[in-house]
């Protein structure tokens, strides 16, 4: 695939092989692979997390882009692109990153001047406890009664209710499937 003398890109209709995670082994055409997906993850990261690579204990089989039924992790997105039209990998990377830079320093600033790295992953740190604090409080709400019995674990002969927002998170998202 190559720019054409006009500038145009002229898509060349081949195969192409990409290996996930699992070693799931998935083949594609390259002109029945879909334009890259104008996403955004600025108020989400949680979510890029889950759709970032399928190695991860975050990755939770997100479905922006598909290729012949499997959900493929934005970590191979630029071998999937960089067979697509003339630099359309270069184009959809350039946004991305131009984005995150300003969306991180806007986020992470005080008084126009940047965070130091300590202060950046206490409030990391204060975003993720109070994820953790909703979702254990949805999932008290979700599951009403039945709560004790889902959230629970054995220590020894004993049973014991989850009390660890963390845990307790982690769990709700398993059972989710998210």
Excluded at 14 to 37: H, M, R
Excluded at 49 to 54: L, R
Aim: hydrophobic content about 35%; glycine content about 6%.
């Amino acid at each position: 695939m190559a720019p054409s003398s006009d500038g145009e890109s002229v898509v060349v209709d081949e195969t192409c092989q990409l290996k996930l995670g699992d070693g799931t082994e998935v083949s594609f055409v390259v002109s029945n692979v879909p334009d890259p997906v104008a996403v955004t993850f600025k108020q989400d990261i949680p979510c890029l997390n889950a759709m970032w690579d399928d190695t991860s204990p975050y990755w939770r089989k997100e479905l922006v882009l598909t290729i012949e039924g499997h959900p493929i992790p934005i970590v191979y997105w630029p071998d999937v692109y960089h067979y697509g039209k003339y630099g359309q990998w270069q184009e959809t990377k350039s946004q991305w990153c131009g984005w995150r830079v300003k969306e991180f320093w806007k986020e992470f600033s005080v008084n126009g001047h940047p965070m130091k790295f300590t202060r950046i992953v206490k409030e990391l740190h204060r975003q993720h406890n109070i994820s953790n604090i909703n979702i254990v409080a949805h999932a008290h709400e979700e599951f009403g009664d039945a709560f004790n019995s889902l959230f629970s674990y054995c220590k020894g002969d004993k049973v014991h209710v989850m009390r660890n927002k963390s845990a307790i998170s982690c769990h709700y998202r398993q059972l989710k499937k998210l």
